[in-house]
């Protein structure tokens, strides 16, 4: 695959637990009274989701602890309940400010491997509004995760809300409420669910795309239009070249409503795949038209006019995605394979003192597969060059 913009990206629930006015209570009670409480909600966010699920603790985002757990919803969303009744637990007795306030938020979807260390993706950034507009000591689920396990969970009480999130735009989301009694047993429905995820998860982890596929299939047989098996389906579909059942998969998210940016960038992919780069550009409009950070759509569409030898289209939309987001590293690549083909080393310096020290070799690496792609030779004494005049300019 060409452009594979997402490079080896993986399903996983993201869970962001978070102190509520942590900030403001520091201030006014000081760390001796804050701390502890502090401390206390760590340990629990890394007992049942880093432990009892086996997440990956990423750190902090804002006030807030960050995970990034296996793709099976169900018990995460299980073990979320039973953090907030620990919770509760803790503060029976308790007074202000020795309360714990907190909010729980968890999204799914696509995280693409970090850069150097570093997540620039959008599922994160969703996950953190998401929770800045959970109420306090409640959890709340995206839309996107109560899309794939509301037909599952169907005894549990989720009310939709609303809200306009900094940079996302209006976003529906739900309150996960509790169920008489405490927290079940997972039914077999929801463990059937959890398993095909995870071994979908699994599979996809040692690229098996033909495996992919036909768990994906069959797991539709058993949750018929199911939008997360019909999006993994439809991934798996263009890594394995058949573009037109990809494109048909992706157009039923789009139908559902479900990850309506991602699939259209996936269908705008699969028709560059096919050669079709006018449709391409016109699916990647409406691709970016729909996400409110779109720079994977906005590259794409740069990329494609440099393939066509349009250097100047390809800066503009470069630039574009650059704007959305200013650590994407395509379209850097792009704006400095352009500057090698035009000659213009100076303004290919400028562009590689932009990025990180830490992120340059990185870059050179792709900035040299691109432009073998173009079909260019002769130009790496002058790559390396334009990096050495960008080290020492630093």
């Not at 850069?115 to 409640?138: K, M, S």
């Not at 389906?233 to 394995?240: D, F, K, R």
Request: net charge neutral; with cysteine.
């Amino acid at each position: 695959m060409r452009r594979a913009r997402i490079k080896n990206p993986e399903m996983r629930t993201i869970v962001l637990v978070d102190a509520v006015n942590f900030t403001s209570e520091l201030k006014m009670h000081g760390r001796g009274v804050i701390t502890p409480k502090i401390n206390r909600l760590q340990e629990f966010t890394e007992f049942f989701f880093v432990y009892k699920l086996k997440g990956e603790f990423i750190g902090k985002l804002g006030d807030g602890f960050l995970v990034l757990c296996p793709p099976t919803p169900p018990e995460v969303i299980t073990e979320a309940v039973s953090c907030q009744g620990f919770i509760d637990a803790y503060n029976a007795g308790k007074a202000e400010p020795h309360t714990l306030n907190t909010r729980i938020a968890i999204h799914y979807g696509l995280i693409a491997p970090p850069e150097q260390g570093n997540y620039i993706d959008t599922n994160l950034n969703l996950t953190a509004r998401l929770e800045g507009a959970t109420p306090p000591n409640c959890i709340c689920i995206s839309s996107t995760l109560h899309d794939i396990v509301a037909d599952t969970l169907r005894d549990w009480s989720f009310e939709e809300l609303s809200s306009t999130f900094k940079g996302l735009g209006e976003n529906k989301y739900y309150t996960v409420r509790g169920l008489p009694g405490g927290t079940p047993e997972p039914s077999r429905r929801e463990s059937r669910l959890s398993f095909y995820l995870s071994t979908l998860s699994a599979l996809r982890d040692v690229e098996d795309w033909e495996a992919v596929k036909n768990t994906c299939e069959q797991a539709l047989l058993d949750f018929p239009g199911n939008p997360g098996f019909t999006s993994e389906l439809g991934y798996a579909l263009l890594i394995l070249g058949d573009c037109p059942a990809a494109i048909r998969a992706f157009e039923q998210c789009v139908a559902k409503d479900y990850e309506v940016g991602t699939s259209l960038l996936f269908i705008g992919r699969a028709f560059d795949q096919m050669g079709n780069q006018a449709r391409a550009v016109e699916v990647l409009t409406e691709a970016a038209e729909k996400e409110s950070r779109p720079f994977h759509a906005l590259g794409d569409i740069a990329d494609i006019h440099l393939d066509r030898g349009d250097y100047k289209m390809a800066i503009k939309w470069a630039k574009r995605s650059l704007k959305a987001n200013r650590q994407y590293i395509y379209p850097m690549v792009t704006l400095l394979a352009i500057h090698i083909i035009k000659r213009d080393d100076d303004a290919g310096v400028r562009i590689i003192k932009t990025v990180n020290v830490e992120r340059r070799q990185y870059l050179r690496e792709l900035v040299e597969e691109r432009l073998e792609l173009l079909g260019h030779k002769g130009y790496k004494t002058r790559l390396a060059a334009m990096f050495r005049a960008a080290a020492k300019n630093a």
